[in-house]
């Protein structure tokens, strides 16, 4: 069974949640950040613990509440061809997310590049002990879906993704489209674009890792 990652894999938020996070900062902590600064923090977590390491002080309500709505007005979008391939895969089962984005930053995401309908089991920060590359998102997706870890095919483009995968003992299958995809990073499967996952729905997919 499939699972996606979100950022860099289902929306194309590559610039637009670091422009987010440089925004926030500037608006309420008074100095600048570049998106490399965020994007060193992506390992942090949700926004709250990224906003933190990057305000340098503990993130309030308010910034978060700023964060949420400068990344609503970023205007992202789904790669080309993803609202079909979700639509696909609905012929073979629930899609699911697994990101280590909390549960309003994933909303606002989703909503904004019209895939909030698409989703039928969303696993966020809030939902997980520990982030990626730990596989605590998958052990939880998995639960949902009431199937083994091993029968998942985790599609994402970072390493963390596909360690998290790994880690699961689930198909790790390298996003080769998304921002954080590097060829040197191991992967049990490459994919060139989201319509090429739907070809791993059968027997490949329920394999996983075996050791």
Request: charged share 15%; proline share 8%; with cysteine.
């Given at each position: 069974?499939?699972?996606?990652?979100?950022?860099?894999?289902?929306?194309?938020?590559?610039?637009?949640?670091?422009?987010?996070?440089?925004?926030?900062?500037?608006?309420?902590?008074?100095?600048?950040?570049?998106?490399?600064?965020?994007?060193?923090?992506?390992?942090?977590?949700?926004?709250?613990?990224?906003?933190?390491?990057?305000?340098?002080?503990?993130?309030?309500?308010?910034?978060?509440?700023?964060?949420?709505?400068?990344?609503?007005?970023?205007?992202?979008?789904?790669?080309?061809?993803?609202?079909g391939v979700l639509r696909a895969q609905r012929a073979y089962g629930p899609v699911a997310v697994c990101t280590g984005a909390s549960r309003r930053a994933a909303a606002v995401l989703l909503h904004d590049a019209g895939l909030a309908d698409l989703v039928d089991v969303l696993v966020c920060a809030e939902d997980a002990r520990r982030a990626k590359p730990a596989p605590d998102g998958l052990l939880v997706v998995a639960?949902?879906?009431?199937?083994?870890?091993?029968?998942?095919?985790?599609?994402?483009?970072?390493?963390?993704?596909?360690?998290?995968?790994?880690?699961?003992?689930?198909?790790?299958?390298?996003?080769?489209?998304?921002?954080?995809?590097?060829?040197?990073?191991?992967?049990?499967?490459?994919?060139?674009?989201?319509?090429?996952?739907?070809?791993?729905?059968?027997?490949?997919?329920?394999?996983?890792?075996?050791?």
């Amino acid at each position: 069974m499939l699972v996606w990652d979100l950022d860099g894999t289902l929306v194309d938020s590559g610039h637009h949640v670091p422009q987010a996070f440089v925004r926030t900062v500037a608006a309420v902590g008074g100095h600048v950040v570049s998106p490399a600064d965020v994007e060193a923090a992506y390992p942090l977590g949700p926004p709250e613990r990224m906003l933190a390491h990057l305000l340098r002080r503990p993130a309030t309500e308010e910034d978060l509440s700023a964060y949420y709505t400068h990344l609503g007005a970023t205007g992202v979008v789904a790669y080309p061809g993803v609202p079909g391939v979700l639509r696909a895969q609905r012929a073979y089962g629930p899609v699911a997310v697994c990101t280590g984005a909390s549960r309003r930053a994933a909303a606002v995401l989703l909503h904004d590049a019209g895939l909030a309908d698409l989703v039928d089991v969303l696993v966020c920060a809030e939902d997980a002990r520990r982030a990626k590359p730990a596989p605590d998102g998958l052990l939880v997706v998995a639960a949902r879906l009431g199937v083994p870890p091993g029968a998942l095919a985790m599609v994402g483009d970072s390493a963390r993704d596909l360690m998290a995968a790994g880690n699961a003992g689930a198909l790790a299958v390298a996003a080769g489209w998304g921002h954080e995809y590097d060829p040197a990073v191991p992967a049990d499967v490459t994919i060139r674009s989201p319509a090429a996952a739907l070809a791993l729905l059968g027997p490949a997919a329920t394999t996983g890792r075996t050791g």
